[in-house]
């Protein structure tokens, strides 16, 4: 029996920048900050995707070219060890202007986890320093043929990206900032809305001929339940919550804030159909807004 091993140190850069720009549906565009993997790279939402292989040892080099106030990474469900080149004290988790921060872990368990920068929260989140990790199990790699997607939703309150809100400098000495009440009017999945969801890069192509793998992550503060067609077969593979680890009746499932799921999608039926995000408000626990991403469901796709 032939055995191999991918096993490796992984180096990642993320580059954390307080300037960015992004476009929204009626071309009005708002400010942002982000994480890039270059200096010349644009502020995207989500950010950079992280790739590694179960078992790799990573380092995550951040560097800090904000303007302004430090900035952090964390993973949610991964422990991260930090160290730095700067005479600042080595146990402080922060990354200052122009300085480098390095964050080491082990890649142990397969699945989607959603980095981003936890100073201010709930600010920098909202304000777009989110991206995606994904390791993949070394299994998978003897079976290349399934194909990937990667679902990133989240809401937007431009009240909170005005410049008298973005320029505020954070101070951990001062008393805790206060934010503009939470009223979002922009919901994206992967920064695209609405018509956007129509684009051919967004549409949902299913072969009977293969698996779909589809990553669900929310980096929202509300709820986001997603309704498939029956026509698909979904199976839940992962999630970071196993409390909530099979879809319901209705083949819907919720996704909470920071959440991930990783989805095995199947169908031998050919037919056009959509899939429905709902953007449930928590104070009112009321749908605000849905969404709806077209699915094309094939039995001659071809791999």
Known sequence: MLTFSTVAQVNKLIIGRTTGVFELENKDSIRVFGFTNTLSGQVTL?????EVIEGDTVLLD???????????????????????????????????????????FLAKNPGTYIYYCPINYPFNLQA???????????????????????????????????????????????????????????????????????????????SSKQTTVLRLANTG?????????????????RTSNLKNSELNKLNQLTVDPLETFEIWITSQKKTK???????????????????????????NLLN
């Not at 989500?46 to 992280?50: C, D, E, N, Q």
């Not at 800090?64 to 993973?75: A, C, L, T």
Request: proline share 6%.
């Open 62 to 104: 951040f560097w800090n070219i904000s303007q302004g106030d430090p900035h952090e990474i964390v993973i949610k469900g991964i422990e991260l060890t930090k160290t730095n080149t700067s005479a600042k004290e080595q146990l402080d988790q922060r990354v200052y202007h122009m300085e480098h921060g390095y964050y080491h």
């Open 46 to 50: 989500p950010g950079t995707t992280l």
């Open 273 to 299: 159909e959509t899939i429905q995000y709902d953007f449930i408000n928590p104070a009112t626990n009321k749908v605000e807004n849905t969404q709806y991403i077209p699915v094309k469901i094939q039995n």
């Open 221 to 237: 503060f509300w709820q986001h339940k997603i309704k498939f067609p029956q026509e698909l077969n979904v199976e839940i593979k």
């Open 128 to 206: 777009g320093m989110f991206g995606v990790l994904i390791i993949r199990p070394q299994k998978a790699l003897l079976n290349p043929k399934n194909k990937e997607l990667l679902w990133c939703s989240f809401e937007m309150d431009t009240n909170w990206h005005n410049n008298e809100v973005m320029d505020v400098e954070y101070d951990e000495q001062a008393t805790p900032l206060e934010w503009p009440a939470y009223n979002p009017k922009h919901f994206f999945i992967n920064g695209k809305t609405n018509q956007q969801l129509k684009e051919q890069e967004m549409v949902l192509n299913i």
